[in-house]
């Protein structure tokens, strides 16, 4: 027996994770003693701060080792519902809300707890290319709704109305967005919500888990505020891994229908049981603080976006938007392709362009196709200065250093 015939028919055609591909060829390639920089990943290469990993400290010591409500402590839940009344004008009660092993578990148990063979996620992309992966091993159909530079990288209204059909169960809805950076205003979230208003069977997942990642004091509107009438078909998750810069303590949180997170509980009492005790305790600290270390960074990742967008636009070759949200430039780089390496090799894709940015440069970027967005690649400025200034240095010298192809 081949171990194809035993593996599951889900796992056999899921595609692994596109950006930890990247990282560990990166990573490969350092461990072969190459001075890799890697851009390619979703986390910032802040410490978690100090006060929360105390408050983990204690909770060992003080014997919080034992299972938690599968929902997460009651005491978490309404640090939760403090933070979404306060921050986000969202009323929930304690049954409302689930603390989970980070958001992308409560986005894989969303999927799994409501889609049925043939039901349809709209997913308006570039996008985290884990979305459509976590729909296809719920059975279910990702539409990828391709939102163009022009666009701004945003779903339109006309756009979503095209989409509908009468398999669509949810559209989700990612702000402010990986890879492209884009930031919904008020007033675009709420001509969405228009639209779906006519669509009562299409429910909203709202990905906000870079809430607090924000530049040039943009403000910012949960969907579920922006659009009131359409709370009791929307999932608003959040956690705590970004703005905290607490990716391996695993948790996520979100707010909705008070039947759904039912389902979500049951889902995750047949798992998971609950996230960690440890980074229970470590999250109710995270959401006590004063948002002190977040106006920090959002103050250095600032000054790194500004490097790099400035030195994008100074390499012949590439641009890019400049991101107002999370910690990603998306660069267009279109005009590469076709162009041909001192070795010889034409680019003839992103992907192409991403081999030889590692290859030639030695800084590890994700092609755009992998978030289905080909002729762009994401680079990740959560990377120090020096490391970054170090990195766009490399990728200017390997663009000039290439020649026009014939078809050129
Ligand atoms: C858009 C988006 N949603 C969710 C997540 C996952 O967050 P968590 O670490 O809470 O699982 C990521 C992580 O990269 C992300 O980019």
Redesign the pocket.
């Known amino acids: 027996m081949t171990i194809n015939s035993f593996l599951a028919r889900r796992v056999l055609t899921a595609n692994p994770s596109a950006t930890k591909a990247v990282t560990l060829k990166a990573k490969q390639l350092r461990d072969q003693g190459r001075d890799i920089i890697t851009l390619s990943q979703?986390e910032l290469d802040f410490d978690t701060p100090q006060p929360i990993r105390e408050a983990a400290r204690t909770a060992m010591d003080q014997g919080q080792t034992r299972y938690t409500e599968v929902a997460g402590s009651a005491e978490l839940r309404q640090a939760v519902q403090h933070k979404f009344q306060s921050e986000n004008g969202l009323n929930y009660s304690l049954d409302q809300i689930q603390v989970a092993s980070?958001?992308?578990?409560i986005?894989f148990n969303a999927f799994q707890a409501t889609l049925n063979e043939g039901d349809e996620v709209l997913i308006p992309t570039p996008s985290?290319p884990?979305y459509p992966e976590m729909v296809r091993l719920a059975s279910g159909e990702p539409r990828l709704l391709r939102c163009g530079e022009n666009a701004g990288f945003k779903l339109t209204p006309e756009q979503l109305r095209a989409a509908i059909n009468d398999n669509t169960k949810w559209l989700l809805l990612?702000n402010p967005?990986?890879p492209s950076g884009a930031l919904y205003t008020q007033s675009e979230l709420r001509a969405l919500g228009e639209v779906l208003q006519d669509y009562p069977q299409v429910w909203v997942i709202a990905?906000e888990?870079?809430e607090h990642l924000r530049y040039d004091d943009q403000p910012f509107t949960s969907f579920a505020a922006a659009v009131p009438e359409l709370s009791e078909r929307t999932l608003t998750?959040n956690?705590?891994?970004?703005a905290w810069a607490m990716?391996g303590w695993?948790?996520?949180y979100c707010a909705g229908p008070e039947p759904l997170i039912k389902a979500l509980n049951l889902l995750q009492s047949q798992s998971t049981s609950h996230a960690s005790s440890i980074s229970q305790a470590a999250a109710l600290s995270a959401l006590k603080q004063p948002h002190t270390f977040i106006t920090e960074c959002v103050t250095e990742l600032t000054r790194r976006r500004d490097l790099v967008v400035a030195s994008i636009q100074q390499i012949p070759g590439l641009s890019c938007r400049v991101p107002q949200g999370a910690f990603y430039v998306f660069v267009n780089c279109q005009s590469l392709l076709g162009q041909v390496t001192a070795a010889g090799q034409t680019l003839d894709t992103d992907q192409d362009v991403a081999l030889y940015l590692l290859e030639e440069a030695d800084v590890a970027v994700v092609p755009g196709s992998a978030f289905d967005l080909p002729g762009y690649f994401r680079l990740s400025y959560g990377n120090a200065l020096p490391q970054l200034e170090e990195a766009m240095r490399r990728i200017s010298v390997a663009c000039n250093n290439l020649v026009a192809g014939d078809n050129v």
């Open positions: 979703g980070g958001a992308k578990q986005l985290w884990s990612n967005a990986n990905d888990i870079y998750i956690g705590l891994s970004k990716t695993r948790v996520g």
